[in-house]
T-cell receptor, first 114, second 112 residues
């Protein structure tokens, strides 16, 4: 079975540009979460989507937005990129909305903002 | 007190040795606990869930101490391939809607 897939793998953008990152969850998983991981830190929660609705948002500015599609895939959008947005962006899925099951991560998208 | 706290290391350990590290959490209402392994520039991968009674998976043993609010990971007969960053993950520690809060990770280096 395919795991969580993310695209693109790497991306280089300039300050002020916008970016769209894509994620396909494991088949049968309805919940998708997005995390940002900067070097030397653990992943930081950005969004959770379940059944196409936003179920939670972390402490990130409104420049960050996301959505989930009927097939449960998801997009993360970041506008007006800043140098500080350079990070590994991780998508993770789980079968349900529940808090008790572990997350399964994709390979991530490494974003570099210059 | 940080929500999930780990000693960042690095822990430099000779091959074949036993190594253990702890993780403390602040929310006594936390319900579930995990250890993830992350290799350099890769995604985190679930190593094991941590159960109240403690659990073992091969060379790896995880323990939960609710009274003192910490979880531990023990690696026996360490291999070079065990070199990685180990992330402690706690549910209900004030994390986002999906409930999970990650520690910063403990960096382990197994030396030949």
């Amino acid at each position: 079975d395919a795991g969580v897939t993310q695209s693109p793998t790497h991306l280089i953008k300039t300050r002020g540009q916008h970016v769209t990152l894509r994620c396909s969850p494991i088949s049968g998983h309805k919940s998708v979460s997005w995390y940002q991981q900067v070097l030397g830190q653990g992943p930081q929660f950005i969004f959770q989507y379940y059944e196409k609705e936003e179920r939670g948002r972390g402490n990130f500015p409104d420049r960050f937005s996301a959505r989930q599609f009927p097939n449960y895939s998801s997009e993360l959008n970041v506008n007006a990129l800043l140098l500080g947005d350079s990070a590994l962006y991780l998508c993770a899925s789980r079968p349900d909305r529940g808090r008790y099951s572990p997350l399964h991560f994709g390979n991530g998208t490494r974003l570099t903002v210059t | 007190r940080k929500e999930v706290e780990q000693d960042p290391g690095p822990f430099n350990v000779p091959e074949g040795a036993t190594v253990a590290f702890n993780c403390t959490y602040s929310n006594s209402a936390s319900q579930s606990f995990f250890w993830y392994r992350q290799d350099c520039r890769k995604e985190p991968k679930l190593l094991m869930s941590v159960y109240s009674s403690g659990n073992e998976d091969g060379r790896f043993t995880a323990q939960l101490n609710r009274a003192s609010q910490y979880i531990s990971l023990l690696i026996r007969d360490s291999k070079l391939s065990d070199s990685a960053t180990y992330l402690c993950v706690v549910n209900g520690a004030g994390g986002g809607a999906d409930g999970l809060t990650f520690g910063k990770g403990t960096h382990l280096i197994i030396q030949p």
